[in-house]
């Protein structure tokens, strides 16, 4: 019998063994690393398990759940938000559903997520219209896979997955806002974060494209104008922008544009995102090789026709992962809306704690409001590695 | 065409901007006044309140330098560390850092802030109270007092001589490494320069009479009859709260770009050191980190550039830094244009400070290779 026999026929606990003295015991040193690291990696888990199920009261969740989701949002309006919100879930499962198959992983995350949401939040009405929402999310996730080998009808989902996706800004907005909806300096909680994250992408977005395009250009004046804005709008940080939204642009507004403090910080977020993008865009751009454009010229399209679908898609599928981050960024720095004195999620959580029958009850608000940003995150920096990978970004 | 037509827009809004912005004071005058307002943090000043507004924008300055200063060496420790923990054999180191990695970068860092500030500072005892460990560190709620120096009578000569003692050594050690390179082998350049500068500053530390003396804080009872921590350094739970989460969080950042910096390199390079005989320690320090380095400054820089920034996030628990201090003066007297103005001319003059040291060491580190 040979070495490699022995390995083979070795029982499970051989394996667990062979496994613990290459990965944790592998020399002297190392032993005392894994010991060390262990008994506090045990401390830190003994602690963090005693404080989740024994010391924490997480009645200053349940009682704050208003609060912390809607902020100051008015009793009675809440259906605005449902439709937005299942469409939300039926594009995610119909674009998940077209770009690849449900890894185990991500689903298991999803469940957790899901499970955690259900039985910690909703109950009730809320309950049966998120678990729809989930359901919804599901079928249109086993649509987008039945279009797997169907090429007609995959094109025409992908066209309406792309509309929809442009639809929902609009349409968010008008359900939460027109109609005698609610006005903007009413939006609070994590719908206000949501929004902000939206609002501050889906302008930002396509701003900062027009700039990246602006400076690429051959123009002096239009390259000038548009290298001025990025630099500035990236030499100060998001809070001095902040405050310059409220300190300084009212006094440059004429009154017909002075508009609710919401709108203002709205309008400078997605300047500032519109900036960062803009410069993740031009990196694109660069990476674009010239001969591109020089053929699609010569086969005769026009610089607009040449712009738009020659050069933009290799550019922006070249950066997508840096415009993920960039999202996610946004995602986390719309908690600076506090600072200005919003009741966004954060101001929510901290309205609470300041309450008097929740003093010394901060670890539970603020613990809790960083584990729904963790998982917004997390989400976000998942579907990035799964778009680099059905895209093949880094690949050649 | 379209040239003029643009131009003719962005003169029209600038034409707007200038006329409404004429309405408004622009002069700087106004710094020349009386601040009226106090620090909770203050370093290296004695500014009071009667001090003009020019010298409370100075006492902002210096808290943000020494957050942004503190914080990058910091940072920089800690990422690096935590990027060669997540490559490290060992599957518990490499697991505890892929989580911190993961959980840090994921979170808001203003939560982060806030957290260290209201859930774990603030909940320290009250001074009279205050957790005494070894008699050396006293933990409050006010103030973390941690050992430092206090400078004696001969500080300013043997400061001097001391840096003369460094400059020598600097020079010897390149005397010895051309040497190294002339004849060969190896002439120990390093450890001749430390010694040489060790043997300088603590001959003539006993020289001139101890210079710098231990400052260990203690808790006593002043003069009006309270407890307090007196001496040693003390540290506000606003600077130690902001320091924590900058650290903490760009470290997560800085973790990451090591471990593909290093991962970008060739694995021959590793092995071939292992083939030549090099420990582990020498393989990472000689070998690997060098050549890292190469593809990690650019990206460290951003990061350097980033917490310079993220330091504004420290006016949302009220630490003094320029931000608080413009946002104090704008609510006292209003003038937020030339403010602003100013603010922004500070982050971009510490972003080009920052910018111009870390381009100069890349480029010392890019020509070093070819």
């Known amino acids: ?396 | 065409m379209i040239q003029a037509a643009i131009a003719a827009g962005a003169g029209l809004i600038v034409f707007y901007l200038v006329v409404k912005a004429l309405d408004l004071d622009l002069g700087y005058g106004f710094l020349s006044g009386p601040a009226g307002f106090n620090f909770s943090n203050q370093w290296l000043t004695n500014y009071d309140s009667n001090d003009s507004r020019l010298g409370a924008y100075g006492v902002g300055i210096l808290n943000t330098v020494r957050l942004v200063a503190i914080g990058i060496v910091m940072t920089t420790v800690l990422g690096v560390l935590a990027g060669i923990a997540r490559l490290s054999d060992n599957w518990l180191v490499s697991r505890v850092a892929m989580v911190y990695v993961e959980t840090i970068r994921n979170t808001p860092l203003l939560i982060q802030i806030v957290i260290w500030y209201t859930v774990v500072l603030l909940q320290l005892p009250r001074i009279a109270e205050a957790i005494n460990v070894f008699d050396v560190f006293y933990l409050s709620n006010r103030a973390l007092a941690l050992p430092y120096v206090s400078t004696g009578g001969n500080f300013g000569p043997w400061l001097i001589i001391v840096v003369v003692g460094a400059v020598a050594a600097i020079v010897l050690r390149s005397w010895l490494r051309r040497r190294e390179e002339r004849a060969g082998g190896t002439q120990h350049a390093t450890a001749w320069a430390l010694a040489l500068f060790a043997v300088v500053s603590v001959v003539t530390f006993f020289l001139t009479g101890t210079p710098l003396e231990p400052d260990t804080p203690s808790l006593e009872i002043s003069e009006v009859g309270l407890l307090s921590i007196i001496g040693g350094l003390q540290v506000s739970p606003e600077f130690a709260a902001v320091l924590l989460g900058l650290v903490i969080y760009t470290g997560a950042f800085i973790a990451e770009i090591v471990r593909s910096g290093i991962q970008a390199l060739p694995r021959g390079q590793d092995e071939a050191a292992a083939a030549l005989g090099l420990s582990g320690y020498q393989r990472m320090t000689l070998i690997i980190l060098p050549q890292a380095l190469r593809v990690i400054i650019p990206p460290l820089t951003n990061q350097y550039l980033n917490l310079t920034k993220n330091s504004s996030l420290a006016v949302a628990i009220a630490y003094p830094e320029i931000i608080w201090v413009g946002k104090t003066m704008i609510n006292n007297i209003g003038h937020a244009v030339p403010l602003f103005v100013l603010i922004f001319a500070t982050y971009l003059s510490l972003s080009l400070a920052i910018s111009v040291v870390m381009n100069t060491f890349n480029r010392r580190v890019q020509l070093a290779g070819r």
């Open chain 1, 1 to 396: 019998m040979t070495l490699a026999d022995t390995k083979r026929h070795s029982s499970d606990t051989g394996a667990a063994r062979g496994w613990l003295s290459k990965n944790l015991f592998s020399s002297p040193s190392n032993s005392v690393l894994t010991v060390v690291v262990g008994s506090f990696l045990f401390f830190v888990l003994y602690a963090a398990v005693k404080f989740i199920f024994f010391d924490a009261d997480w009645t200053i969740i349940s009682v704050n759940k208003r609060l912390i989701f809607l902020g100051r949002y008015p009793q009675g309006e809440e259906w605005r938000v449902w439709p937005p919100l299942w469409l939300v879930f039926g594009l995610g499962g119909l674009s998940y559903g077209l770009l690849a198959r449900a890894s185990r992983r991500d689903l298991v995350w999803l469940g957790v997520i899901l499970a955690f949401i259900l039985g910690f939040l909703a109950h009730g009405g809320v309950g049966l219209l998120f678990g729809g929402a989930t359901l919804f999310a599901i079928a249109a996730y086993r649509v987008g896979r039945m279009a797997e080998d169907r090429p007609r009808l995959r094109s025409r989902l992908r066209r309406a997955v792309i509309v929809g996706w442009l639809v929902l800004i609009p349409f968010t907005v008008v359900m939460i806002a027109a109609f005698g909806g609610v006005r903007p300096a009413l939006w609070g909680g994590l719908l206000l974060n949501v929004l902000l994250a939206i609002v501050g992408i889906g302008v930002g977005l396509p701003l900062g494209i027009l700039l990246a395009l602006a400076r690429a250009s051959s123009l002096p004046v239009l390259k000038a104008v548009s290298t001025a804005i990025i630099e500035v709008t990236r030499g100060g940080p998001l809070v001095a922008w902040l405050f310059i939204s409220r300190f300084v642009l009212p006094a440059f507004l004429p009154d017909w544009l002075q508009v609710d403090p919401i709108i203002s910080a709205m309008f400078i977020v997605s300047l500032f995102t519109g900036a960062y993008v803009a410069e993740i865009v031009r990196g694109g751009l660069q990476s674009v090789d010239p001969g591109q454009s020089e053929a699609a010229h010569a086969l005769g399209l026009n610089t607009f026709n040449v712009t738009l679908f020659i050069v933009l898609p290799q550019a922006i599928r070249a950066v997508i992962p840096a415009l993920i981050s960039q999202m996610i960024a946004l995602w986390k720095d719309t908690t600076l809306f506090t600072i200005l004195g919003f009741t966004d999620a954060l101001g929510g959580a901290e309205a609470a704690f300041s309450q008097t029958e929740f003093i010394g009850r901060q670890k539970e608000a603020l613990l809790f409001i960083a584990l729904l940003f963790w998982s917004g995150s997390l989400g976000m920096s998942r579907l990035s590695q799964r778009f680099e990978k059905v895209l093949g970004i880094g690949e050649r």
